[in-house]
């Protein structure tokens, strides 16, 4: 129960929460919102989803502001991007306005397990669209399930907001090059799996990426975006094969906010030396500070940071977003939704 969780101790992880929603599609339409108490799904052995990952899903976060009120992040954005993410992968498309509604609800009848303000923790939004059609060939599904369910979370990293050290390897690919990078589907995280854990092992927080056709431009990493600074200027790369982060638009509009250039465009492995600050950025983490890259192919490191503290500007950045989140400062770009 909400009442026995120690908020500022949560880590990124699932605590069990009362309710989630769903909805079928089914007959060429999608059906109404069902509220179920089970966190357990009953599927066919021949699901499309366990044999062909026709499946795609989205991360968002609701925060208990500093006026009390509750505040999601971000939710047209999100939706939208489920939709593409079900048109790349030949899927229906949940309309947005039944996909704000289902968020809205799972948030309401859970609302017990929102964290409080200060806590450093929120609520983790998880929504996942999913095939459901028994099959043995290799087609799409005609049924499908959309579940939402919420959990409450802490800090992505341990450490909070500090930088920490990245890697860098040709070894792997994480997506093709007109393959799925651009999509939020589970396939391409199975697919960075290993070299996730590799770079674990090897003491890194996530390896980054280079483009799959040429090797020489800097992609990203399993589990969010690059961006650099370079003076005055917010610099992430341009790619095909980059999921669209959320974040990274936000942030993106906040450096100009500030004052900044935004650069979008290849970054060349090279150019790394000649940058200032660097970072990773998504939903879970808002910004991880790099504190170096680490080339292992070519045993070459590109440091950003001496003592382990974030970048002047990655810390402006990080605070004014938050700010937001948590009504400490004006929503000007109507990036939030209240819960009534």
């Not at 000649?274 to 490191?301: L, Q």
């Not at 948590?326 to 929503?331: C, T």
Request: proline letters at 6%.
């Amino acid at each position: 129960m909400s009442e026995n969780i120690d908020w500022s101790s949560l880590g990124f992880g699932y605590v069990p929460t009362e309710f989630n929603v769903r909805c079928t599609y089914s007959n060429g339409e999608w059906g109404e919102l069902r509220v179920m108490e089970d966190p357990t799904i009953n599927l066919h052995i021949s699901a499309a989803v366990l044999h062909y990952a026709q499946e795609c899903f989205e991360g968002l976060k609701a925060f208990r502001g500093v006026d009390g009120k509750v505040r999601i992040f971000r939710i047209e954005e999100n939706g939208k991007r489920l939709q593409d993410s079900c048109r790349g992968i030949k899927m229906p498309e949940l309309p947005l306005d039944k996909f704000q509604e289902a968020i809205l609800k799972v948030v309401k009848l859970n609302e017990k397990f929102i964290p409080p303000y200060g806590s450093g923790a929120s609520l983790y939004i998880r929504p996942v669209l999913f095939g459901t059609t028994p099959l043995v060939g290799v087609k799409p599904a005609t049924e499908f399930e959309f579940v939402v369910f919420v959990t409450p979370v802490g800090p992505y990293f341990k450490g909070g907001f500090q930088a920490t050290p990245f890697m860098l390897s040709r070894k792997y690919d994480r997506a093709a090059p007109l393959g799925t990078g651009s999509l939020k589907v589970g396939g391409n995280y199975a697919a960075g799996m290993t070299a996730t854990v590799d770079s674990h092992d090897l003491g890194y927080s996530a390896v980054f990426y280079l483009d799959p056709k040429e090797k020489k431009y800097i992609d990203e990493c399993g589990a969010a975006n690059f961006f650099a600074i370079k003076g005055n200027s917010y610099i992430t790369p341009k790619s095909s094969s980059i999921l669209p982060s959320i974040t990274n638009k936000s942030l993106s509009i906040l450096a100009e906010d500030l004052g900044m250039t935004v650069e979008r465009r290849p970054i060349a492995v090279e150019e790394l030396s000649t940058f200032d600050e660097a970072g990773a950025c998504g939903t879970a983490a808002v910004i991880s500070p790099v504190s170096k890259i680490v080339d292992i192919d070519n045993n070459h490191i590109y440091e950003f940071s001496k003592d382990g503290k974030p970048g002047e500007k990655c810390t402006a950045l990080y605070n004014k977003l938050r700010a937001i989140q948590h009504g400490e400062e004006e929503d000007t770009h109507g990036w939030i939704t209240f819960l009534d």
